[in-house]
């Protein structure tokens, strides 16, 4: 049986999440699926961002960031922060800034912020390493979003090849 390339990325697990940015007293926040942890010594977890994206320069000026952890009754929520950033996505949206500044959104799952560890390109989009330096866990009992439940909400089909005959 063959699938679309889309069809196979959905079978990856993953979460759904709202990254926070903040620089020169501006905030920011988008919607993330690319958020893994990467080190237990010191506490890193990894976030994929394309680097034409505003807040890829607002983590680069401020050094911080935060990650919302999204329940499955938030899929509005995750399609409100994919949207364009032509708006103040934030408005409107209960949140407070955490230690660092970033954004961080009333009734999530969880939420954490970090400081930048370092960096590295992975083609068309940088990964930003983030050491842990506060976190809470807000809804123990709620499931997160999962990424396979968000349909094509974020028009990720259209950048794949459609098969897996890359060459």
Not at 71 to 90: C, I, N
Not at 111 to 117: A, D, G, P, R
Request: glycine fraction near 8%; charged fraction near 15%; charge should be negative.
């Amino acid at each position: 049986m063959s699938v679309s390339v889309a069809e196979w990325i959905k079978r990856i697990t993953t979460g759904v999440y709202v990254v926070g940015a903040t620089a020169d007293q501006k905030q920011n926040a988008f919607t993330a699926a690319w958020v893994m942890p990467a080190s237990f010594q010191p506490l890193l977890l990894a976030v994929s961002i394309n680097p034409q994206h505003s807040s890829y320069a607002m983590i680069n000026a401020s050094g911080v960031f935060s990650i919302n952890v999204l329940g499955t009754d938030q899929l509005e929520l995750a399609a409100h922060f994919g949207a364009p950033a032509a708006v103040d996505k934030l408005a409107g949206v209960p949140w407070s800034p955490g230690k660092t500044g970033a954004p961080l959104l009333d009734g999530v799952v969880a939420h954490c912020e970090c400081e930048v560890f370092g960096e590295t390109s992975a083609g068309d989009h940088v990964l930003v390493l983030g050491r842990i330096i506060a976190g809470a866990l807000l809804k123990p009992e709620t499931e997160p979003l999962s990424y396979r439940d968000t349909g094509d909400m974020d028009g990720a089909s259209s950048l794949l090849p459609t098969s897996f005959d890359l060459e």
